[in-house]
């Protein structure tokens, strides 16, 4: 029911984003059904999309969805925050199997928020984490691969920030229990 949902959110929101008064072409009972007030796109309908496969364990279309939903931030004219979304989210999906790709699409994540003149010590400032949580999370990939090194650097890099890593989990998770 729920990727039937996503399936049907992905065609109603890209028939939407083509049009040329999206989004206040979009009806106020769509925007509460799909996305709890606030207007949603097509790329976040993808993701989710993604994410239920992922969560079915069927990785194979996750994997499709996800490059599904990279393709769709791409053709987006609305915000180039929907495709750094969508390639954070795919680094995220492919962490645990397969480190290479998640540090391509991690990496191009960050590559477009340096692009755009976006500072780690500019989004910390301003209260958001995002920014450190994902050059945290290539650090975390680059150690999970054995890549020692990379990970060091990345972790001196935002050693200055750390009293904001609130998401780790330090110690035995056991342990912790």
């Given at each position: 029911?729920?990727?039937?949902?996503?399936?049907?959110?992905?065609?109603?929101?890209?028939?939407?984003?083509?049009?040329?008064?999206?989004?206040?072409?979009?009806?106020?009972?769509l925007?509460?059904?799909?996305?709890?007030?606030?207007?949603?796109?097509?790329?976040?309908?993808?993701?989710?999309?993604?994410?239920?496969?992922?969560?079915?364990?069927?990785?194979?279309?996750?994997?499709?969805?996800?490059?599904?939903?990279?393709?769709?931030?791409?053709?987006?004219?609305?915000?180039?925050?929907?495709?750094?979304?969508?390639?954070?989210?795919?680094?995220?999906?492919?962490?645990?199997?397969?480190?290479?790709?998640?540090?391509?699409?991690?990496?191009?994540?960050?590559?477009?928020?340096?692009?755009?003149?976006?500072?780690?010590?500019?989004?910390?400032?301003?209260?958001?984490?995002?920014?450190?949580?994902?050059?945290?999370?290539?650090?975390?990939?680059?150690?999970m691969q054995?890549?020692?090194?990379?990970?060091?650097?990345?972790?001196?890099?935002?050693?200055?920030?750390?009293?904001?890593?609130?998401?780790?989990?330090?110690?035995?998770?056991?342990?912790?229990?």
């Open positions: 029911e729920g990727i039937s949902a996503a399936e049907k959110a992905i065609e109603l929101f890209t028939g939407f984003e083509h049009r040329p008064d999206y989004p206040d072409c979009i009806p106020e009972d925007v509460y059904e799909y996305d709890g007030g606030s207007v949603s796109t097509s790329v976040q309908a993808h993701l989710t999309k993604a994410g239920l496969y992922a969560q079915a364990d069927r990785r194979d279309e996750a994997d499709m969805a996800y490059e599904e939903a990279i393709a769709r931030a791409g053709e987006l004219s609305i915000s180039g925050n929907y495709l750094t979304l969508a390639l954070t989210k795919a680094g995220e999906h492919h962490m645990l199997y397969n480190n290479q790709k998640a540090l391509e699409y991690l990496n191009k994540a960050v590559e477009l928020y340096e692009c755009s003149g976006i500072s780690l010590d500019e989004t910390v400032e301003e209260g958001n984490l995002w920014f450190l949580k994902l050059k945290d999370t290539i650090a975390t990939v680059h150690e054995g890549d020692e090194d990379r990970s060091k650097a990345l972790r001196e890099e935002l050693g200055p920030y750390e009293e904001y890593i609130t998401w780790r989990v330090t110690g035995n998770i056991h342990e912790l229990a």
